[in-house]
């Protein structure tokens, strides 16, 4: 049974930042794409971040490029989220998704999903 269990999450004043941790178990980060997505209460979830678990090739949204950071350790069949310089609007429950042939920031095409981390930022 796959099991990818988010960590991390949390409150913070803008300017600040989290890293975020999504660990995978029944499941190995060697194929195909694993990313972050995020969704606000009344809005639709979004795809903020995601990599090639082969190339380790990365592609961001473009509200949060410069500012995230999505990297996978093999080792520890871990992918993290850092976010740096944290703003208001990126207030939302973050959820990692995995094992997607599609890739890119759509939520289709990603097979296993988190139950995700609250993450606050507040003014």
């Known amino acids: 049974q796959v099991q990818l269990v988010e960590s991390g999450g949390g409150s913070v004043q803008a300017g600040g930042s989290l890293r975020l941790s999504c660990a995978a178990s029944g499941y190995t980060y060697s194929s195909n794409c694993v990313g972050w997505f995020r969704q606000a209460p009344g809005n639709e979830r979004e795809g903020v971040a995601g990599?090639?678990?082969?190339?380790?090739?990365?592609y961001y949204a473009g509200s949060v490029k410069g500012r995230f950071t999505i990297s996978l350790d093999k080792a520890k069949n871990t992918v993290a989220l850092q976010m740096n310089s944290l703003k208001p609007e990126d207030t939302a429950m973050y959820y990692c998704a995995a094992d997607s042939t599609l890739c890119g920031l759509r939520a289709s095409g990603y097979k296993y999903w988190g139950q995700g981390t609250q993450v606050t930022v507040s003014s």
């Open positions: 990599i090639y678990t082969g190339s380790l090739g990365t």
